[in-house]
């Protein structure tokens, strides 16, 4: 463990080893975030119920259960929270809506029920853009996320509060949902790691007791996880994917082979592709070839799903043909004020760099790659072909590991 590392900053990995070989307790870890909430929760905003004596009664039976050798797994005895999308047994699910803001479902959400039979100490719900219909974090009937870097500059949407949560250590995870980058927009504004996988990868079942949908949400929305390093999320894919498998093992593996094909039809601020330029090179001089690659943009008009599942089918052979995954900046400008952003509360950090992994159902990872002048992230985004989350993780990865972009944290 880095000297001096606050244990509310700690890696999930690093802190899940500590916790089983019982050098340290999911009691102290639990009442180290905690106190983070207490202390930031009111400037920030990031969570609209907290949870915290059913945390501390979780915390203490994890401690027992480890001591006692039953340990279930490395998300057991870590707190972690869930966009106030999903539904939470007995616990008021809202969606940042003012119709909802007094429901209280009477079952969990599948990804829930998935947290806690790992052991995962829910610490409660995060705020959200109103319904998930906005990228700035400025519309929940809750009031506006706060930056955890400054607050007058927006967290991105609509996944606000669990970027912001995680930023600033009241968590280590967050369970989300990503529609047209609802967990990857936050994640590049707040300088965390956000990850959306393929269109069934993680079920969605249980979002405001399965209402009715258009077909827009029914395709687009992506269930996603929201943590600080693209290792600590392959750990989490590990509990809440449908299907078995070893994310974590995986993505710990480089693979310099993979081929990386940069975009080469779009247009950022001089600050983004900056930053963008430096972080292919730095990947280019890890050993990975790097190719120039045309972005797949296109997509059907907002709202027309007629193609969509041609339009899936051949997406791999269309764009993924030369290379393994395709690299772009997760936003084209710097992130937006809160003052501009409240002219266009819905939409003023513009998705057009995201939504095309949505319609064509590719795994998708934002990470940080530095940030512009005003101190503010900018996020790299890594998306791959259908069914390969692998790549894109490993590659996050091992950005991360050559990159070090982790070491520096919004508070302290």
Request: hydrophobic residues 45%; negative net charge.
């Amino acid at each position: 463990m880095k000297s001096g590392t606050p244990l509310y900053y700690e890696s999930v990995g690093e802190l899940s080893r500590r916790i089983h070989e019982q050098t340290v307790s999911p009691v102290e870890v639990v009442e180290a975030c905690l106190k983070q909430i207490e202390r930031l929760n009111p400037r920030l905003n990031a969570f609209i119920t907290v949870l915290a004596d059913d945390a501390r009664a979780q915390a203490r039976a994890a401690e027992a259960e480890i001591k006692a050798g039953r340990a279930r797994g490395p998300l057991h005895g870590l707190p972690v929270a869930v966009k106030d999308f999903y539904d939470t047994a007995g616990v008021k699910t809202t969606a940042g809506a003012e119709q909802f803001k007094n429901r209280v479902p009477t079952t969990d959400a599948d990804v829930v029920k998935k947290l806690r039979h790992a052991g995962a100490i829910v610490m409660g719900k995060t705020n959200m853009d109103a319904l998930g219909m906005a990228t700035t974090g400025l519309t929940s009937c809750f009031g506006a996320v706060q930056n955890p870097w400054n607050p007058e500059y927006v967290t991105g949407g609509s996944s606000a509060g669990s970027a912001a949560a995680v930023a600033a250590g009241l968590c280590f995870a967050t369970v989300d949902t990503d529609a047209v980058g609802s967990a990857r927009l936050p994640a590049a504004c707040c300088g965390v790691v956000g990850f959306k996988g393929s269109w069934d990868l993680i079920s969605t079942k249980g979002i405001l007791g399965d209402q009715p949908v258009d077909d827009f949400i029914r395709w687009m929305s992506h269930a996603a996880v929201t943590t600080r390093t693209a290792s600590d999320a392959a750990l989490v894919l590990n509990v809440l994917a449908d299907h078995a498998a070893d994310f974590a093992s995986e993505v710990a593996t480089v693979d310099s082979k993979l081929r990386i094909g940069v975009g080469n039809n779009f247009s950022a601020d001089a600050e983004v592709e900056r930053a963008f330029a430096r972080a292919v090179n730095a990947l280019r001089d890890a050993g990975y070839a790097i190719v120039a690659a045309a972005v797949p943009f296109g997509t059907s008009k907002q709202g027309d799903m007629a193609s969509i599942e041609a339009d899936r089918a051949g997406i791999a052979a269309r764009a993924f043909a030369d290379v393994d995954a395709i690299l772009l900046p997760t936003l084209r400008s710097t992130v937006p004020t809160a003052a501009a952003a409240a002219k266009n509360p819905e939409q003023a950090v513009s998705a057009e760099s995201t939504a095309f992994a949505n319609y064509y159902s590719l795994p998708a990872v934002s990470v940080p790659c530095g940030f512009d002048s005003h101190g503010m992230p900018i996020g790299l985004q890594i998306v791959g072909k259908p069914g390969d989350e692998r790549s894109v993780l490993k590659i996050a990865h091992h950005y991360e590991l050559i990159a070090k972009v982790h070491p520096k944290h919004p508070i302290e």
